[in-house]
Antibody, heavy 119, light 112 residues
Framework: QVQVQESGPGLVKPSETLYLTCTVT????????WSWIRQSPGKGLEWIGY???????NYNPSLKSRVTLSVDTSKRQFTLKLTSVNAADTAVYYC?????????????WGQGTRVIVSS | DIVMTQSPLSLAVTPGEPASISCRSS???????????FDWYLQKPGQSPQLLIY???IRASGVPDRFSGSGSGTDFTLEISRVEAEDLGVYYC?????????FGQGTRLEIK
């Protein structure tokens, strides 16, 4: 059974760089898009971007200047890097798999990892 | 960005009764290939969102047939034929026609 697990530091200081990891177990990462989505009380669900196993990416313009998605196919891991974090980046961050050959349709979600930006 | 607007924002339903949630997009989600790039998700309390419906009307794997999606273009509806207690949570619509993918603000379903 394919599972997705996010992991991260939990607490990050303002202006620092946030790194989150999404690990896929029990299945392939090819043929799918892998999205990062965050949820904060003030802004609801916000799509951050997606990446394919090839490394092809697509970012939300609202975050594009600060976010980088990358993939390590050997580990079946995806990484989100977010620079210059501030309080507005406090959220639960989810990693999710887009259904094969279908745009959107995020059919497998991780449990999410909570990030608090605070000094 | 495409703006997604849901209504109502909350509803309370008696088990066994039907429920309906609407979502309207600021632009048509109908692609030239004939598909509407539109999803419905349910986020149960304390859980991650789960996919219910994609391409406007196709139930995701394992989703009970009491859930149905309809609509095209800019207006979409999620219907639950007979609400069960396990259906409580927040329902979100999402468009995937163009990036950035965008979500509705959510509709909270409570069980009477």
């Amino acid at each position: 059974q394919v599972q997705v697990q996010e992991s991260g530091p939990g607490l990050v200081k303002p202006s620092e760089t946030l790194y989150l990891t999404c690990t896929v177990t029990g299945g392939s990462i090819s043929s799918y898009s892998w999205s990062w989505i965050r949820q904060s009380p003030g802004k609801g669900l916000e799509w951050i971007g997606y990446i394919y196993y090839t490394g092809t990416t697509n970012y939300n313009p609202s975050l594009k200047s600060r976010v980088t998605l990358s993939v390590d196919t050997s580990k079946r891991q995806f990484t989100l890097k977010l620079t210059s974090v501030n309080a507005a980046d406090t959220a639960v961050y989810y990693c999710g798999r887009g259904a094969s050959m279908v745009r959107g349709a995020i059919d497998l979600w991780g449990q999410g990892t909570r990030v608090i930006v605070s000094s | 960005d495409i703006v997604m607007t849901q209504s109502p924002l909350s509803l309370a339903v008696t088990p066994g009764e039907p429920a309906s949630i609407s979502c309207r997009s600021s632009q048509s989600l109908l692609h030239s290939n004939g598909y509407n790039y539109f999803d419905w998700y349910l986020q149960k309390p304390g859980q991650s969102p789960q996919l219910l419906i994609y391409l406007g009307s196709i139930r995701a794997s394992g989703v009970p047939d009491r859930f149905s999606g309809s609509g095209s273009g800019t207006d979409f509806t999620l219907e639950i034929s007979r609400v069960e207690a396990e259906d409580l949570g927040v329902y979100y619509c999402m468009q995937a026609l163009q990036t950035p993918f965008t979500f509705g603000q959510g509709t909270r379903l409570e069980i009477k």
